[in-house]
């Protein structure tokens, strides 16, 4: 199934309820500290308490100091005894749509959280609803249940992440519970924690490229936030299996690098990632050497060959962040038609924050030469005395928008126009 809308509440800087769909690319735009990070990287938080072992809501230590540091960083206003509102809408061409709707609630004197109130519903019908009677934390929290539009009170429920396991009073009578309500929770939490796509995320930084590596023992799954594996996965790849990686990456993206072709060379027990010359293989730059660009793309490049080679079964969210970063602006547009690609020939759903205008003036160039208009979703997130917004902003099958904000991304027009004038009045000025 595919993540196609998730749902924040006083999440972040968000102070309201932003409902946001996502299309197979999802691109997020707006100025700088608006909150754009904080939007895309909130299906990795909601992640937390879908997968997990924990008891708590969100299992915040699967994600390290880097994005979050604690609970409260998630509230909006980092109020101790704020709340937050998580929801998802999950859907697939043979199954059911799922919707989930959760409130997180902060118990400050306790230093824990709760899951307030919960509704699941599978295919459009109401199948479970919970909702915390404000009972001791301390101990297993008590809940009125809604099931099949019947209702019963006190009932002790333990939890899973967002989701209820199973019922925390095995002496309590079996009329004072819903009928088979044990099987209910068990396959409701199945089917979400199944039906939620492997989250991938790229940081907006990479790392930079070492002069040598060792050969890992097993090839790691995926390039990494940092982009920390790539090379370790190129190297794998030229020794356990023949290069075939390497040359599906030097078939699909030469036209990124001109004139150079990837390679990876063994030197003194250890590996070198290189480029060399499509003219003459004895020019080599080992990629330590090579522009920032290029150090930053690779690992974006790699994932993507990788996927195409063994596309995985089950769907997969990748976001990341600022993909165009240290990129010469002519190869903004490729990028975008590299996630287009990648979007109609794999399971791979793509959520991107940017700065780059290009990027975005591709994909309307795109829609309006016949793809499908549906495939894209763009949202501009603003923020106004500290308080987030993201607004929708629709493409038609021309590629316009219905809406641009004033005084952003308009500054090559500016310059331009003002160049045009002052060209202009320097002109009168000498005629004159």
Excluded at 226 to 242: M, N, P, T, Y
Aim: net charge negative; glycine share 8%; with cysteine.
């Amino acid at each position: 199934m595919s993540l196609v809308q998730m749902t924040l509440g006083s999440y972040r800087c968000f102070s309201r309820r932003q409902d946001i769909e996502l299309r197979p690319v999802t691109l997020v735009l707006g100025r700088n500290n608006a909150g754009k990070s904080a939007l895309v990287r909130a299906p990795v938080v909601i992640g937390t308490g879908i997968r997990t072992s924990s008891p708590g809501p969100l299992d915040l230590d699967q994600l390290g100091e880097t994005m979050v540091d604690s609970f409260t960083d998630l509230v909006y206003g980092n109020r101790a005894l704020g709340s937050v509102q998580l929801g998802l809408r999950l859907d697939g061409r043979i199954l059911d749509p799922i919707e989930l709707s959760a409130t997180v609630q902060h118990i400050r004197e306790h230093h824990t959280q709760v899951v307030s109130e919960l509704t699941v519903t599978i295919g459009g019908a109401r199948r479970l609803r919970v909702e915390w009677e404000l009972t001791d934390p301390r101990r297993t929290p008590r809940y009125t249940v809604e099931v099949g539009g019947e209702t019963w009170t006190e009932v002790p429920l333990r939890f899973r992440g967002l989701f209820p396991i199973e019922v925390a009073d095995h002496d309590r009578p079996a009329d004072s519970l819903p009928p088979d309500f044990a099987r209910v929770l068990r396959e409701l939490s199945i089917k979400i924690r199944r039906g939620y796509p492997e989250v991938r995320y790229f940081g907006p930084f990479r790392d930079r490229p070492q002069r040598r590596y060792r050969l890992p023992g097993r090839t790691p799954p995926e390039v990494g936030i940092l982009g920390e594996h790539a090379a370790s996965i190129l190297a794998s790849d030229k020794v356990r299996h023949q290069s075939r990686l390497i040359r599906r990456l030097n078939d699909e993206f030469s036209d990124y690098l001109p004139g150079w072709k990837l390679d990876v060379a063994e030197r003194g027990g250890m590996w070198s990632v290189v480029l060399i010359s499509r003219d003459d293989d004895t020019i080599q730059v080992n990629l330590a050497d090579a522009g920032t660009g290029v150090a930053q793309a690779l690992p974006v490049f790699v994932q993507r060959a990788a996927d195409l080679l063994d596309p995985t079964d089950r769907p997969v969210l990748e976001i990341i962040e600022q993909p165009e970063l240290h990129l010469h602006p002519a190869a903004h547009a490729a990028l975008a038609d590299l996630y287009l690609t990648a979007a109609q020939r794999t399971s791979t759903q793509f959520l991107i924050e940017t700065h780059s205008e290009t990027l975005l003036l591709r994909l309307r160039r795109r829609i309006a030469e016949g793809l499908d208009p549906e495939l894209v979703a763009v949202y501009f997130v603003d923020s106004v005395d500290g308080a987030a917004t993201a607004r929708r902003i629709h493409v038609d099958e021309f590629g316009n928008l219905d809406y641009w904000p004033e005084g952003v991304f308009s500054e090559d027009y500016e310059e331009t126009k003002n160049l045009a004038r002052a060209q202009w009045e320097r002109r009168d000025a000498r005629a004159g």
